[in-house]
């Protein structure tokens, strides 16, 4: 047989490398601003067309390259940053692999500027699919400058596979937020279709953070610092009040590059443990610094994770530095995240009159007299010691007892057929009154006809908000409630951009907006079914929701928008309802066009019929 091995050719392999290193216009983001810092630069800009689909460009005033190293850079493993292997354990730069240039020339078109200090005429260089169109010297400034344009021409698949703009841009700021927190010194500016979306002038960490992270972050900002053998550790945490329900602002910097560590993460968490909230997270900016031939930052491509070798003592150590800067700065929990929600009044029956429950007390009560039975017809029931004799008696006077306050023993009757409540969806109810009890502030169990209904209250919430929503901002009948003080939020100019998508779907619930100013955004009015003090909660939940994408479909924004705030404004386990609260709950559920789900597909309500209670008792 003849010989089938042969060598790829260098384009081909290229392109197979490019998989690795360019997924998407933020890894290309990437790599372009690291070869910028490794090139000394102190202002670097970042200019994106349509999320980086058209046009990446970032121009550096670094120590450029020679006519020479301008074509070498393009070649796969050229690279002027390690020469032996040992180097590899000694990294101070951010790339080492010699790789990203030449992937990206693979499956982009490629225009590079580049000039040395000491020479008078830089280099022009253009590249397309790894195919050199023109080398030739041209006038420019010390530094480089280079153009990736058309991600992917030539890998069609991969170019239909990008995400909406909204979802590429948000990771291309992400990477942008990640290089610029390590460089705080570094001048960055950032521009995406013609408009200025960062602009950050050298300075320190915290004014890095609050250029990033918008004015009022800094009143947030713990510091944290510690310097021992292994490690050094600086930067700042978020104090807890502020920390964020659903997300964080979470960065590890090791040796100035951005790194994930779920592990370092947990030492975070850790620390702030008591502090927090349900499920909220801690927010921090940490920054280690170790000695480069403690840690290999080559197990992963894209190289945010990195191992230590010594992971245990880092994390004893980070644990306890955050504890005592948070106890230093004198961080108690402001917010009293343990109150007992028992005592929280259900937003949704805030304004309902509230009964003052009768208690009839038998002052002539004597347990250890032998007493009568009570007379049909008692106004209430009291207790009185089970006579051994005649007991079933006792429960006589309960027949006329209405149920009202919902802590008296009822009992369907017979004669009551239940036609008063939804017999559409299938599920009467006894009793016009029909008696609805809380199990540990967290299920609704009632009586149906045929045996009972057991209800999450929480789910059940969920799913009739969301229908009444969905309708609203569909039918954009709902009504607002004017603010007497408009209410002011500050959320970063990516949050904004986010939420000023949603606008008018949150105009259709009831919200009216004011101004929408850098990093605030005004509020006039809000849906009647909310208090001023949720809309936060509300808009947190939502911008988490959305997962740095808004969907492009106007009915998917819609389902979205519906279901975050759903889950936002309902009822919480935990909370305790009261008797009208519960009958309202129930009613709600079964008017539902689809009262079994949540709006996540979860169940809502289970039913036991009498069949099975009567098998359970067998
Ligand atoms: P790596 O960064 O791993 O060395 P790259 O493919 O990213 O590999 O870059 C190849 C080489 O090109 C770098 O080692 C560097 O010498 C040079 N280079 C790339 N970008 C720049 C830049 N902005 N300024 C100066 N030199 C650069
Ligand atoms: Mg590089």
Not at 247 to 266: A, C, E, M, T
Not at 333 to 359: E, G, I, M
Not at 529 to 541: D, R
Not at 577 to 584: A, K, N, P, Q
Request: glycine share 6%; aromatic share 8%.
């Amino acid at each position: 047989m003849a010989d089938i091995i042969k060598l790829l050719p260098d384009h081909v392999a290229n392109q197979i490398a490019a998989g690795e290193v360019v997924q998407r216009p933020a890894s290309v983001v990437k790599e372009l601003l690291e070869n910028a810092i490794d090139a000394g630069a102190t202002s670097i800009k970042l200019i994106v067309k349509d999320a980086g689909k058209t046009l990446i460009q970032i121009i550096d005033n670094g120590k450029g390259m020679s006519e020479t190293d301008a074509r070498m850079s393009f070649e796969r493993h050229a690279t002027s940053k390690i020469t032996s292997a040992a180097d590899l354990f000694n990294l101070n730069t951010k790339g080492f692999r010699g790789e990203a240039l030449a992937s990206i020339a693979a499956v982009a078109h490629v225009d590079l500027k580049t000039r040395v200090q000491d020479q008078e005429v830089g280099t022009h260089i253009e590249i397309e699919g790894s195919r050199i169109i023109t080398q030739e010297p041209c006038a420019t400034l010390t530094g480089t400058s280079l153009a990736v344009k058309n991600l992917f021409f030539n890998i069609p698949a991969r170019r239909n596979f990008l995400k909406s703009n909204n979802v590429e841009l948000r990771h291309i700021i992400d990477e942008f937020h990640r290089v610029a927190l390590a460089h705080p010194q570094i001048q960055f500016a950032m521009f995406h279709n013609e408009g200025e979306v960062f602009q950050l002038p050298s300075g320190n960490l915290k004014q890095r953070i609050v250029g990033i992270f918008g004015g009022k972050t800094k009143e947030k900002l713990v510091p944290v610092t510690e310097e021992t053998d292994i490690v050094t550790i600086q930067g700042f945490v978020v104090k807890p009040e502020f920390s964020k329900k659903t997300r964080g602002d979470q960065f590890f910097f090791v040796n100035d590059r951005f790194i994930k560590n779920p592990y370092l993460n947990h030492a975070v968490s850790a620390a702030f443990e008591g502090l927090l909230p349900d499920r909220a997270r801690a927010s921090y900016f940490l920054y280690l610094t170790v000695d480069p031939s403690t840690i290999d930052i080559n197990i992963h491509p894209t190289k945010t994770e990195i191992k230590f070798d010594d992971e245990h003592s880092l994390y004893a150590i980070l644990r306890s530095t955050i504890k005592h800067s948070l106890g230093q700065f004198n961080i108690a929990p402001v917010l009293d995240f343990d109150r007992d929600a028992n005592l929280d009044t259900p937003y949704s029956y805030k304004d309902k009159y509230a009964h003052t429950p009768k208690v009839e007390v038998d002052r002539n009560f004597n347990p250890f007299e032998n007493v009568p039975p009570p007379k049909k017809g008692a106004s209430m029931p009291t207790y009185t010691k089970p006579p051994v004799e005649g007991w079933e008696h006792m429960y006589e006077g309960l027949k006329t007892v209405p149920s009202e306050g919902g802590s008296n023993v009822t009992y369907e009757s017979e004669e009551v057929t239940g036609d008063l409540f939804q017999k559409e969806a299938g599920y009467a109810f006894a009793k016009a009154e029909s008696s609805t009890y809380q199990l540990n502030n967290k299920y609704i169990i009632s009586t149906i006809k045929s045996g009972m209904v057991i209800i999450d209250q929480h789910r059940a919430h969920q799913r009739i908000l969301y229908e009444e929503l969905l309708r609203n901002i569909t039918v954009k009948e709902s009504v607002s409630q004017q603010l007497l003080f408009p209410l002011v939020l500050n959320y970063t100019s990516s949050e904004l951009g986010l939420l000023v998508q949603l606008k008018e779907g949150l105009e259709n619930t009831g919200f009216v907006f004011g101004k929408v100013a850098n990093e605030t955004l005004e509020i006039t009015g809000i849906p009647t079914s909310l208090s001023e003090s949720e809309v936060p909660i509300v808009m947190e939940q939502l911008l988490s929701d959305l997962e740095n994408e808004v969907p492009d479909t106007g009915f998917s924004q819609t389902d979205t928008l519906a279901k975050s705030m759903a889950k936002s404004m309902a009822v919480k386990a935990g909370e305790t309802l009261d008797g009208v609260s519960r009958e309202h709950l129930v009613n709600s559920l079964f008017a539902c066009k689809e009262p079994s789900v949540s709006p996540d597909n979860r169940t809502t309500f289970i039913t036991m019929n009498a069949e099975e209670l009567d098998r359970k008792f067998k």
